[in-house]
């Protein structure tokens, strides 16, 4: 049985949203917009697309989504990709389905055993994923608990409670002199990616690693666990990849080169440079509680006790586990879906729209939400379509495959393109679209006030529209929004900044698109386990979808306000203040960290430097220019002049000087990454070589952005 709140509240609302005639929209649409000379017609278009997407049909597309487990590369899998092409085909997209042949692990024996000191069984595991009334969770393709790029093996130890698994939480275990060598470190989700628990694991010179899921984190001190809430109940594991995706995503196999299915294999190579080589397997708190509370040695510093109800414990001792992973690795065919509306006046430039459509399970909210959603979108731009309506620009839709693994679909698909993508003007990604109705945006610093548009001209459920209730709410970034960057002063609203985690890092951090990410986000304990469904999402997220329809309106908006502006509406002043700033605070870490002989000065200089001539373009982007083809040529220059060819250090398939994954966060953005991580580490010569490249970035911008006429 599936119990149900009653949505009073939302009902009401949503048939105000709903029945709200199109005209409403024209009196919120702004008056100037950046790009546009005269917003006036672009206005009536924009207005007739917001009235489109359907909230009702949003939910019986989120409802096909979900109908069986679509892991990726999987027959259900591929059912979606052909009603994903099916539903862009009847919009009048022009629609093709591109397969890739990738490596990807599927589990067929994963299991855990623990001991106490006496040699007694504890707990055998993993214990199925269920709880009373969940309606999905007992078909049989719902796929055991694992990690994406595990090790296989068979091993056993003493165990090592880690907290999180971060660089901080490993240095306090070499502080306390706990060996690692041979022993399986049991770590917690949250706060970093989960590769990055499997590398310092690994690093350490640990065998193997338990990630198990704690009730503080999402479970019961939350909330309500489902089905009676939203948050993970005890059975609940998080599934997910453990690719080292900070060395490089996609196909382990062909960093930089697109796996299509006539790459032979000889151009393969050994997948080591990504993958993890120690087992790796993810838990419930039901089966790590027993685990933990048999754990002696010392007890845990601050921060680390968890919710579940015994003190803990950091070990070894008292305990031992027996971990058995076999993994099956295959290259596997995998789906990516594009659909292309063909601009009228400048074809070669595209507007990319990308969410993935694989799921570890039903993936209500990760990512269906964020494919229905885009169908909706689909279903505005296929109405102005019918009306005759062309876009300046081409706009490609994506339905990518394989993302969970390693971003792997848009990987392979990014690397495909190469120097095609120099004429993307713009990369809008969408993941998880919806788990609740607070809206939140990470964007390069040149979409931000961009983004924040858009988020003016579409309405809210609550009211008003997005950007008031974006803005009233304040600062709603998870961990996948946070970076190491300094606070901008004067922000109206605070839109993040890109790490990694989600399809956009190809499209950014190697091939220098200007990219955004959206997401409407809630109370989501369900995070890849086979909970989050459709009943799971029904109950919790969205029941009535008028958030679905609040993300189509506002990823449409983008595409179709970004295909059709005449300038390109890249706001560089904001860029130019955010480099500066970057600037500074690194400038003060080094001498904080005992590196103050570093010779800042030309990479403060450089910066200077484009501010002024981002202040110089965005005063032409204003005016009436001359040659506007040739104006957006230089504007679009400036973010792949941000790319190094040599990439980072250690890691030259991210080639942003300004952004990437952490190496030692995974999610969370560092900002100049190659400057900040060689002062982490304490190198001063490489620092110098990184600076040294930061500043040629930034001049090659300058000047591009000088060029401006
Ligand atoms: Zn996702």
């Not at 389905?97 to 589990?107: K, T």
């Not at 971060?166 to 060996?179: G, M, N, S, T, V």
């Not at 050994?270 to 120690?278: A, L, V």
């Not at 990823?555 to 955010?578: C, F, I, N, S």
Request: aromatic share 10%; glycine share 10%; net charge negative.
């Amino acid at each position: 049985m599936r119990l149900r709140r009653t949505h009073s509240l939302f009902l009401f609302l949503g048939v105000t949203a709903v029945a709200l005639p199109a005209a409403r929209y024209a009196a919120q649409a702004p008056q100037t917009v950046l790009g546009y000379s005269d917003f006036s017609a672009e206005s009536k278009i924009e207005e007739k697309f917001l009235a489109v997407p359907d909230a009702k049909e949003a939910g019986e597309e989120l409802k096909e989504l979900t109908l069986a487990p679509h892991l990726a590369a999987t027959p259900e899998d591929h059912i979606t990709a052909e009603y994903v092409a099916r539903k862009f085909r009847a919009a009048g997209l022009d629609t093709q389905i591109v397969p890739y042949r990738v490596l990807l692990n599927w589990p067929k024996v994963v299991r855990v055993e623990a001991y106490d000191a006496a040699g007694h069984l504890l707990m055998s595991g993993p214990t199925r994923e269920h709880v009373q009334g969940d309606p999905g969770q007992d078909d049989p393709r719902v796929v055991m608990p694992f990690n994406g790029s595990s090790g296989s093996g068979d091993v056993t130890g003493e165990v090592v409670y880690a907290n999180y698994g971060r660089p901080e939480d490993f240095k306090e275990l070499e502080a306390q002199h706990i060996d690692l060598h041979g022993k399986i470190v049991i770590c917690r989700y949250g706060q970093n990616f989960r590769g990055v628990k499997v590398y310092l694991a690994e690093q350490h010179g640990a065998s193997g690693i338990l990630i198990y899921s704690d009730p503080q984190d999402d479970g019961y001190y939350k909330g309500d666990p489902w089905p009676i809430g939203p948050w993970r109940p005890e059975t609940g594991v998080q599934r997910g990849s453990v690719q080292y995706l900070f060395k490089y995503p996609g196909d382990p196999e062909t960093p930089g080169v697109a796996s299509t299915l006539d790459l032979p294999d000889s151009a393969r190579t050994s997948p080591s440079g990504d993958q993890p080589h120690i087992i790796s397997i993810p838990i419930s708190y039901h089966d790590a509680a027993p685990i933990l509370q048999a754990l002696k040695g010392a007890g845990v510093p601050a921060g680390w006790q968890g919710a579940l109800p015994f003190r803990y414990h950091i070990g070894p001792g008292g305990v031992r586990v027996h971990l058995v992973s076999q993994q099956d690795y295959e290259r596997r065919i995998i789906w990516d879906v594009i659909g292309k509306v063909e601009g009228s006046e400048d074809p070669a430039s595209w507007v990319v729209v990308g969410n993935h459509r694989d799921a570890w399970v039903y993936g209500a909210a990760d990512p269906s939400s964020g494919t229905a959603a885009m169908l909706e979108a689909v279903h505005g731009v296929g109405a102005l379509l019918k009306e005759g309506w062309r876009p300046k620009r081409t706009i490609l839709f994506c339905s990518w495959d394989a993302e969970e693994e390693g971003l792997i679909g848009s990987t392979e698909w990014v690397e495909q393109q190469g120097r095609t993508l120099d004429h993307a003007v713009a990369y809008f990604n969408v993941d998880v679209a919806v788990s609740g109705p607070n809206f939140s945006a990470s964007a390069v610093p040149s979409l931000k006030e961009f983004i924040r548009g858009v988020a003016k001209s579409v309405p809210s459920p609550l009211g008003g529209t997005v950007f008031e209730q974006w803005s009233a709410k304040g600062n709603q970034d998870n961990e996948h929004r946070l970076s190491n960057a300094p606070q901008i002063e004067g922000e109206t609203v605070h839109v993040g900044d890109l790490g990694s985690g989600s399809d956009f890092t190809p499209f950014l951090q190697h091939a220098g698109v200007p990219s955004t990410d959206i997401e409407s986000n809630g109370s989501y304990g369900v995070y890849h386990s086979t909970f989050d469904d459709f009943a799971w999402f029904t109950q919790n997220a969205d029941p009535h979808f008028l958030y679905l329809q609040e993300m189509a309106r506002i990823l449409g908006l983008e595409a179709v306000r970004m295909a059709d502006a005449d300038v390109l509406p890249y706001d560089y002043p904001a860029y130019a203040r955010e480099i500066t700033a970057y600037i500074d605070a690194a400038k003060r870490k080094a001498a904080d960290d005992g590196l103050s002989s570093l010779d800042f000065g030309p990479a403060q200089a450089a910066a200077a430097r484009l501010t002024e001539a981002a202040r110089h373009a965005f005063s032409v982007e204003n005016s009436r220019p001359g040659d506007v083809a040739r104006l957006n040529l230089s504007l679009r220059e400036v973010e792949t002049d941000l790319l190094s060819e040599a990439g980072l250090p250690n890691r030259p398939w991210y080639k942003h000087t300004i952004y990437a994954p952490g190496e030692y966060t995974g999610y969370s953005a560092v900002v100049i990454p190659g400057v900040n991580e060689a002062i982490d580490a304490k190198n001063a010569p490489q620092a110098a070589q990184q600076l040294a490249l930061l500043r040629e970035a930034i001049d090659r911008a300058a000047r591009d952005l000088n060029s401006a006429q």
